[in-house]
């Protein structure tokens, strides 16, 4: 990575803002986001994202930023080496000539490296070797490195290079910067086998930690931790699109959604079967499905999850000619929040059965007119411990459903029975 990169990253971190940063050192825009992308890719981690339009800086750019503290320190000793100090003439104003100049050093971190390897062999030919590099290969890094910062920096003498009193002060900057640089590399190296390590597993957002997603998962960690694997688990939920996109992308290595439509290329078992019901405002009385989608405002799941399309067709079949119908149907990819617009605020919607039973004391359940199957899947790819962590999932529902859900089909139709 350039020292000049580094700078210009530093900068915004420090201010929040790329755009400012451009106007500063007089960079483009994508230059500037090309700097902090580039940190990024390095030290692997996310420092900022985009929300609303505006950069926001997350947690670890602050730790970043201590870290790249000592970098742009050294860059101004760097500046007063080669006579970029920005200074006026009675040296109490820093001008934007030297920081403009600081954010297009072209000298990369390897490019010191090297130099400090020389420095510390005091020959070329024996840092060559060290660094598995050609003599002349290295002595062209060296040769332009002297050209920029406009100094000798060794004397070559028989026994060897020695540094130059330039060369000194260079080798005290370019240390501070190494040493810096290494601290917040070894840093996210550590993060990278951490993350090479873990096992990483997305699902569809559960209902609630009543839900069998959520038990599946708790199930998994569980036993998983138990069997003491070297694999840890890292466990997120999204929507069904992005954990598509996730699997694709590698950022997860397991996904449980209620379709693998778009994941052919990929390995994937079905979890469990299950049929649609409506789940509808505990104080409703209709008792059609077509009452009560005219009836009600709906709030489900969107059609580009399995469980939203079957629904949202199933809808409109029953009530074509609803006014309003495209204004009073509601897409939410969070089923807590349709849970609770159903149980709270009068919606109904569509849920699988074996989502909608853990649920049924707060919505009231409603069978469709017709049996409308439906499935839930686990997707994964190539990794042994995703194939491994599919089998324990598998268990954990099979065995959650005959708990919960045939006791409370069978409470269900007693009270019917009974009425």
Sequence with gaps: MHLGALFTAHHVLTSGSVRETGRRFQLSPSTVSAAIHHLETELAMRLTE??????????????VLEGLAPITAAVS????????????AD??????????WASRIPVKVVTIERFLEVADQGSINRAARRLGL?????????ANLEKFLGHRLFERQAQGSVLTEEGRRAYQIFTTISQAWND???SADERYRRAARSLRI???IPTGSESWVARCLGSLVSEWNARRNNNAISLVSMTADDLREALKSGRIDVAILDSVFGLESFRHRELLQTEMVVIAPPFST???VA???????????SPRTGLGHAAMAFSDERAPNRRLRSRDITAADSLPVIVDLVANHGYVSFLGRVSAMPIADKVRIVELDEHLPMSYHVAFNHRKAAADACAVIIEAAARITSETVAPTMARGKARESAA
Excluded at 77 to 82: F, R, Y
Aim: charged share 15%; with cysteine.
């Design 91 to 100: 040296a109490t104003e820093v001008t934007d000539t030297c920081e403009a």
């Design 286 to 288: 209709e008792t059609t």
């Design 50 to 63: 985009r929300a609303s339009g505006e950069l926001v800086m997350l947690i670890a750019s602050g730790r």
């Design 202 to 204: 997305g699902s569809i």
């Design 77 to 88: 000793e760097l500046g007063q080496l080669t006579g970029h100090d920005g200074t006026t």
């Design 291 to 301: 009452d009560l989608v005219s009836a009600h405002a709906i709030c489900m799941p």
């Design 184 to 186: 917040l590399k070894s």
């Design 134 to 142: 050609g003599q002349p290969q290295l002595s062209l890094q060296l």
